[in-house]
């Protein structure tokens, strides 16, 4: 199965010990390439290290707020799992660099972090979503989306900021019925909560998105059929 997907099933609820099989997985495979006796004990005094732990503490260091940690954990890993780290190692101690890249990694997302509380601060409280039109901004919550709850929840999210219904969208691949639709709905607003950790303004404007999707949906089928709608 591929790393990618090993990944997404195995951190819906962050399961340490499978994640830490994931960066074993990748170590053992350079073992078996590895005939330099140095670069093998580096190898092997990375396999010993619990990676997650150390990530985990890290960012604690760096004063990240415990209701963040599951989900910054979780993308300093899959970075590091299925960027560069592994695939353009050449033989440096890769312990080091292991340190490196997460110390590199967290100096970035407190820089993201520190900009992102500088824009919250400096919105007007009556227009909580403006800071979300941010493209970019934009473009992460999907990537993020795509891998974490897969092409389904990412239509359904397209298909509402594009401003259509999504009760369109029933019946095509991974939204065969009313119930997986709803439960991909569920999906979207779940992952904003969480992408709202880093970004204050964003899950305001996610929630108007599907409130809005409610309302139309009642306007077309009613109050009775709105109680049965995605939202």
Known sequence: M????LVREVTELFPKASINALFQRE??????????EEARRDLIA?????????????????????SELDSL??????????????????GQPLLGRFKVA???????LAMKASK???RAGELPPEVPGRQSTNDELIEDFRNWLEFRYGDAALRVFDHRLAGDDVKE???????????????????????AKVWAARDPVFLSRVEKLLADEKKTFEKRFGSKAAADSPS
């Open 73 to 90: 954990v979780h993308d300093i890993a899959v970075k590091l799992l299925l960027g560069s780290f592994f695939r353009k190692w050449s």
């Open 102 to 108: 997460v110390k590199n990694a967290i100096t970035t």
């Open 2 to 5: 591929p790393l990618n997907q």
């Open 46 to 66: 990375f396999s010993q290290m619990d990676q997650v732990a150390y990530i985990d503490r890290s960012l604690r260091r760096a004063g990240f707020d415990q």
């Open 116 to 118: 992102q509380r500088k």
């Open 27 to 36: 170590i053992d495979t350079l073992l078996d390439t590895v005939t330099e």
């Open 169 to 191: 969208l029933i019946g095509r691949p991974g939204l065969e019925t009313s119930y997986k639709l709803k439960q991909a709905v569920q999906q979207i607003k779940t992952a």
